[in-house]
């Protein structure tokens, strides 16, 4: 019975702790063979001679029951000295003892995260692939939506056509079609609820010049409209230019967590207040601190005016973005509250978020409950074998997102260590602006983005639309006010533009980085050329 006890204490601790930490491989084999002794315990209670079957008409109901109850409690005895043996000391006492043996990140109970680089020393590579020999010329910025400034660049200041038409089974489509001259060539791009397709076509594969559907359907053979209705309305570029660029933001805004020596809970990370000399100079790598009051650069959703969201904050501007760190220490302190709600509002509604360790304690990629949160880069200042003293040291890092994020760039050295403070917040700000953009192609963000889109582009639609054939004069329509920079519009009036902030209002405030493009000034008129009579006579084709 000891060595049975011994057993299932072993898979006992070691469950608790594989929760964590993944690592319970050595009790594997124990598992099984524990299953089995407490099966041929139960076989040999049942075929004791206690409880040989006797025929039912030789023995009396209280000798059945009799044998019963016995049978039950040696059943129960047995499989309760099995069970006796002394409760696994707590995680926490556990990992302390470990030390400086474990890893940055650990994955949590329930699995759903990578890390990188990964805890499994068989696999050959991470999931960032991870490599030596990059440097900062490797540091690229990902595009969140290649196609997005394609109209701004070629089409807006060009003579070019839009076009509108609604397909029975894509929806409503938006077509631009710029024709370049000095290159011979037409330009088309196609807006539809999944996508925009951009391409390019030398006006020499055509014996005829192409209509608005010949060339949708170059673009995409699923188009099955038969004509597409043409936009007069003056002002349809700044509209289409907002859709285009909805997804693009110079902005961004990221947490920042300080877990000290023995924080493994979410109560724990989210109630520090003291800032440590070590931790300050961390944030002084990140950027600037700033006061709140009265900032006018990108606020990342704190307040400005009245101080309820802290004095301070940290920000910083970076190959032509503005970044806001919503500083876990900076942001307001509720006494009495475990949750910490006033700082999980804005630290719990980030994509992704920052986490700087002090001492040996291992983060747990969800350790932090958030619907949003979908990646943690982990940061421990180390003390290497050939620093000397001083109070320099190097940093290393780790990466986890869910497994729905795909990898981003760019990859960490190997080993992850930064020696210099400059590199590191090369590698640090890039990688963070890159987790946000790779998050989301996550499942949960993805799904939001097409519900979205596809509602920004029948609202382009019916408004290029309508307006339209308001400057054609049609009588069956009511006049549309005109929506003018910060106007507000008459109660049943509206525009692309008021339809545009309606569908982002639906979203979570963590999408601040969706909103409309400011504008530095007025809106920039087209600047059509004029036309001869032979290229206005090639573009009629197209109506």
């Not at 940055?104 to 990578?114: E, F, H």
């Not at 910025?141 to 400034?149: G, H, L």
């Amino acid at each position: 019975m000891e060595g049975g006890n011994e057993k299932l204490f072993s898979r006992k601790r070691s469950f608790t702790f594989g929760a964590y930490g993944g690592i319970d491989k050595f009790i594997t084999g124990n598992e099984s063979s524990c299953a089995e002794s407490v099966g041929h315990s139960i076989l040999d209670i049942l075929d004791s001679p206690s409880s040989e079957a006797k025929p039912l008409t030789s023995a009396p109901s209280s000798q059945k029951v009799t044998e019963l109850f016995a049978i039950i409690e040696k059943l129960q005895g047995s499989r309760l000295d099995e069970q006796r043996c002394e409760f696994p000391p707590p995680l926490r006492t556990r990992l302390l003892k470990i030390g400086d043996g474990l890893p940055l990140i650990l994955p949590p109970k329930s699995g759903g995260y990578w890390i990188d680089p990964p805890l499994d020393r068989h696999v050959e590579t991470s999931p960032t692939l991870s490599q030596g020999g990059f440097g900062l010329e490797s540091y690229d910025i990902m595009e969140r939506d290649s196609e997005a400034r394609v109209y701004q660049e070629f089409f807006r200041h060009r003579y070019h056509h839009s076009f509108t038409a609604c397909d029975p089974s894509l929806g409503p489509l938006v077509l631009s079609v710029c024709l370049e001259e000095e290159e011979n060539r037409l330009r088309v791009i196609l807006r539809m609820k999944e996508c925009s397709i951009h391409g390019t076509f030398s006006v020499s594969l055509f014996q005829q010049f192409p209509t608005a559907v010949e060339l949708a359907k170059m673009l995409c053979s699923s188009v099955s409209v038969s004509c597409f209705e043409a936009v007069s309305y003056l002002k349809a570029p700044e509209v289409i230019m907002a859709f285009d660029e909805h997804r693009v933001s110079q902005n961004f805004k990221f947490g920042v967590l300080y877990q000290r020596e023995g924080q493994l809970t979410e109560e724990d990370i989210l109630s520090n207040n003291e800032e440590s000399e070590e931790f300050l100079e961390f944030l002084s790598i990140l950027g600037h601190t700033v006061n709140l009051q009265g900032f006018t650069g990108f606020r990342g959703g704190l307040d400005v005016s009245h101080g309820q969201t802290g004095n301070e904050a940290v920000f910083t501007s970076f190959h032509g973005r503005e970044i806001m760190f919503h500083v876990v220490t900076k942001l307001p302190f509720t006494e009495g509250d475990t949750q910490q709600l006033q700082r999980k509002r804005h630290i719990g509604n980030d994509i992704v978020a920052l986490v700087y360790q002090e001492g040996h304690t291992p983060f747990i990629s969800d350790v932090i409950r958030s619907h949003f949160l979908h990646c943690f880069i982990a940061v421990r200042r180390i003390k290497r074998e050939n620093e000397g003293g001083g109070d320099g040291g190097s940093f290393q890092v780790s990466v986890t997102a869910r497994e729905d994020v795909p990898p981003f760039g760019p990859p960490l050295p190997t080993p992850p260590i930064f020696t210099e403070g400059s590199v590191l917040r090369e590698f640090l700000l890039t990688k963070l602006i890159n987790a946000e953009i790779s998050c989301y192609k996550a499942e949960k963000f993805s799904r939001l983005e097409s519900r979205t889109r596809s509602s920004l582009l029948d609202a382009l639609r019916s408004e290029l639309s309508s307006r339209s054939q308001c400057m054609l004069g049609e009588p069956s329509l009511p006049s549309i006010p005109l929506v003018e920079g910060g106007r507000s519009v008459p109660e049943g009036g509206g525009g692309f533009i008021e339809n545009f902030k309606r569908a982002i209002r639906v979203r979570s405030h963590s999408f601040d980085t969706l909103g409309v493009p400011k504008k530095a000034g007025g809106v920039a008129g087209l600047r059509p050329k004029v036309s001869k009579s032979s290229r206005q006579a090639a573009w009629d084709t197209l109506r």
